[in-house]
C-alpha cells in the first residue's frame, strides 16, 4: 500500500502570499495518478488538480500541480481570501485498484 | 448539471449494518467512462476511500474494510449503495458518493451524510 503524506500540517499565510504544498509517497507513483483536491469546512472536497499537472473545470489558474516520482508540489501563486481551506492530495492504484489519500494540509489565515 | 445525492439513516446501532444509498441525477450512471465510489471521513479527520463500482458491477473495495463492505448498483433507478456490516464508534463519519473519471480520481461529490454509530 503506497502512503501519501502531506506537508506542513498547517501552512500560516495572508491573502496573496504564495503557498506551497508538498506530498511524498512512499514509492514512486504514475503522474497521471496523482490529484489535489480542496475541502472547505461543512462541504464536500472539490477536485483541483487530476493527472499531478491538469486543472479541473472552472479552477483559476493561479492554482498549479507539478512533482514526478515520489514528491509532488500543489502552488497557489497569490492566494484569495476563498483559498483558505484544506488541501488532500490523492494517489490511485492500480494492482490492485485502490485510492488513497494524504492527511491533508490546512492553509489558514496568519 | 451532475448531481449526487446520498440518503440513508444518521444513526446506526453498534454491530449492525449501515446503509446508504447515493441517487445520481443530470448524467448516467452507465457511463462507460466513470467509477461510482463511497469516500468516508471521520469528524476532525482525513478521508478515507471505502470502495467503487462500475455500471457493469465490477467493484473495488479498500482492503481495510473489504470483509465488511458490499457495494452495488441499479441502473434502472441511476443509484448505487453502500453496505458496511459490523459497525462501530469507528465508523462514525461524514460518506461521501463520488463520480470517479476512470477510478482515478473524484470529479463530483455528493454533500455528504453523517452517520453516527452509537447505542
Known amino acids: 500500500e503506497i502512503v501519501l503524506t502531506q506537508s506542513p500540517d498547517t501552512l500560516s499565510l495572508s491573502p496573496g502570499e504564495r503557498a506551497t504544498l508538498s506530498c511524498r509517497a512512499s514509492?514512486?507513483?504514475?503522474?497521471?495518478?496523482l490529484a489535489w483536491y480542496q475541502q472547505k469546512p461543512g462541504k464536500a472536497p472539490r477536485l483541483l488538480i487530476y493527472?499531478?499537472?491538469s486543472r479541473a473545470a472552472d479552477i483559476p489558474d493561479r492554482f498549479s500541480g507539478s512533482g514526478s516520482g515520489t514528491d509532488f508540489t500543489l502552488t497557489v501563486s497569490s492566494l484569495e481570501p476563498e483559498d483558505f481551506a484544506v488541501y488532500y492530495c490523492?494517489?490511485?492504484?492500480?494492482?490492485?485498484?485502490?485510492?488513497?489519500f494524504g492527511g491533508g494540509t490546512k492553509v489558514e489565515i496568519k | 448539471q451532475l448531481q449526487l445525492q446520498e440518503s440513508g439513516p444518521g444513526l446506526v446501532k453498534p454491530s449492525e449494518t449501515l446503509s446508504l444509498t447515493c441517487t445520481v441525477s443530470?448524467?448516467?450512471?452507465?457511463?462507460?467512462?466513470?467509477?461510482w465510489g463511497w469516500i468516508r471521513q471521520p469528524p476532525g479527520k482525513g478521508l478515507e476511500w471505502i470502495g467503487s463500482?462500475?455500471?457493469?458491477?465490477?467493484?473495488y473495495y479498500n482492503p481495510s474494510l473489504k470483509s465488511r463492505v458490499t457495494i452495488s448498483v441499479d441502473t434502472s433507478k441511476n443509484q448505487f449503495s453502500l453496505k458496511l456490516s459490523s459497525v462501530t464508534a469507528a465508523d462514525t463519519a461524514v460518506y461521501y458518493c463520488?463520480?470517479?473519471?476512470?477510478?482515478?480520481?473524484?470529479?463530483?461529490w455528493g454533500q455528504g451524510t453523517l452517520v453516527t454509530v452509537s447505542s
Open positions: 463520488a463520480r470517479q473519471r476512470s477510478m482515478v480520481y473524484a470529479t463530483g
Open positions: 443530470g448524467g448516467s450512471i452507465s457511463s462507460s467512462s466513470y467509477y
Open positions: 463500482i462500475y455500471y457493469s458491477g465490477s467493484t
Open positions: 514509492q514512486s507513483i504514475s503522474s497521471n495518478y
Open positions: 493527472g499531478t499537472s
Open positions: 490523492q494517489q490511485y492504484g492500480s494492482s490492485p485498484p485502490e485510492l488513497t
